[in-house]
């Protein structure tokens, strides 16, 4: 960055490091420590899907790589998300999938397209829901714990937090821990 830059208040974006994500089983069981939430064995991926036949052909070889575990849906803002599903104990190859997912987006050149993925997570008596959301521009990982009525369980997020902060780079700006209400999977 330069002076100029400093000077009027500009910064260099974050490089995504995708490869945070793998950091995800390991942080898993310290959740589940401090929590007892465990995971579902769900996650996905929110993108901004291109026009053309190049973005069409690498979205059909993502989802022929994941075959039946995979299944897409569109939200109200544009996005489209890969919901992908693995049994609840295999966290290690959803985690490897969805960084599949992302790299390939990635190095086909679709990165600015890319805008979280997320992996859930639940209370086995039935209690709250979480996911651990991935923001790729920023590079940084944040709690997001859904209520009823479109509420935020700040609580249970600020817990997460404290027991994910050694574990994983987690977003100090809370202003940008945007809630995904009604993301597939969680």
């Given at each position: 960055?330069?002076?100029l830059?400093?000077l009027l208040?500009?910064s260099?974006?974050v490089k995504?490091?995708l490869d945070a994500?793998?950091a995800?089983p390991s942080?898993a069981?310290?959740?589940?420590?401090?929590?007892?939430l465990?995971?579902?064995?769900?996650g996905s991926?929110?993108?901004?899907?291109?026009e053309g036949?190049?973005f069409?052909t690498l979205?059909?070889?993502?989802k022929?790589?994941l075959g039946g575990?995979v299944e897409?849906s569109?939200?109200?803002?544009?996005?489209?998300w890969l919901?992908?599903?693995?049994?609840?104990?295999a966290?290690?190859?959803?985690?490897?999938e969805l960084?599949a997912v992302?790299?390939?987006?990635?190095s086909?050149?679709?990165?600015?397209?890319?805008?979280?993925?997320?992996?859930?997570f639940t209370?086995?008596?039935?209690?709250?829901r979480l996911?651990?959301v991935?923001?790729?521009?920023r590079g940084t990982f944040y709690?997001?714990a859904?209520?009823?009525?479109?509420?935020?369980?700040?609580?249970?997020?600020?817990q997460?937090?404290?027991?994910?902060?050694?574990?994983?780079?987690l977003?100090?700006?809370l202003?940008?821990?945007?809630?995904?209400?009604?993301a597939?999977?969680l």
């Amino acid at each position: 960055m330069g002076w100029l830059d400093a000077l009027l208040g500009r910064s260099k974006p974050v490089k995504p490091n995708l490869d945070a994500l793998f950091a995800l089983p390991s942080a898993a069981v310290t959740l589940q420590a401090a929590t007892g939430l465990v995971p579902t064995g769900l996650g996905s991926v929110a993108f901004r899907a291109a026009e053309g036949g190049a973005f069409a052909t690498l979205e059909r070889d993502v989802k022929a790589l994941l075959g039946g575990r995979v299944e897409e849906s569109h939200d109200d803002y544009g996005y489209t998300w890969l919901l992908v599903s693995r049994p609840p104990d295999a966290l290690s190859d959803l985690v490897t999938e969805l960084h599949a997912v992302n790299s390939s987006l990635e190095s086909a050149g679709f990165g600015p397209s890319l805008l979280c993925s997320l992996v859930s997570f639940t209370a086995p008596e039935g209690g709250g829901r979480l996911a651990v959301v991935y923001l790729y521009k920023r590079g940084t990982f944040y709690p997001f714990a859904p209520a009823a009525g479109q509420r935020r369980d700040n609580a249970l997020e600020l817990q997460a937090r404290a027991a994910l902060a050694g574990e994983l780079p987690l977003e100090e700006d809370l202003s940008r821990w945007f809630p995904v209400w009604g993301a597939p999977g969680l």
